[in-house]
């Protein structure tokens, strides 16, 4: 079983956000990446299926040289090898199923794994558009997978609660947050990682052009929120609320 997982390189979820000067994105002087937090989720469930099974684990990512960080972390959580989609040009959600669906007809997995969503701009796209694109079943926001002779069982997060999905492989299937647990990647995976291959491609060698329809034409950063205050009593509350057009 071949199980392919998409890794985005996206500015630490911790890290403090600043508009840059021309108000068309953010600064990025100094700003520490990771992995895209729900995409190392999905790392983590493709290596404990791995684990359990004879399953290869390939992460890929597109983007410039700088994702070989992020894509080392993943290989050192025990992911088998990496492909690194290298360009500079900006990919929508699109334009980045595409590409995707490019490196699915090369690798022929069994299944994708990825984030829900990217927390640079939560757009939960890419993978119902990679599942559109391939004519593959999908689940969005997993909790849990149950992988059995072929087929998957995926309970997925909705706003009314759960839902239980059933579908033959190969899918696409997208990660939330009560997936897992990523693990903590100690030193002897951070060693193996260095050894393990990373295959370089650009878009040229895949035959595919980079799309973005949709562009960021201004950034401002939101209002400052006026600080709280305390009441004595839940009279003065309801006197507050109603002064302030909330009631």
Known sequence: MKILVSIKRVPDPYAKIRVNTSADGIETAGLKYEINPFDEIAVEEAV???????????????????CEEQIRKALAMGAHRAILVETSEECDSLGIAKILSTIADKEQPDLVLMGKQAIDDDSNQAGQMLAAIRGLPQATCASKITLENGRAEVIRETDTGQETIKMRLPAVITADLRLNEPRYVALPGIIKARTKPIERLTLSDLSVEAE?????????????????????????????LKDEGVL
């Open 48 to 66: 404990k299926i791995a684990e359990s099974t004879e399953s290869e684990v390939v992460v890929v990512s597109i983007g410039s040289s700088e």
């Open 212 to 240: 973005n329809r949709v562009k960021v034409k201004s950034m401002k950063a939101p209002p400052a929120r006026s600080p709280g205050r305390k009441v004595a009593s839940v009279d003065e509350l309801i006197s507050a």
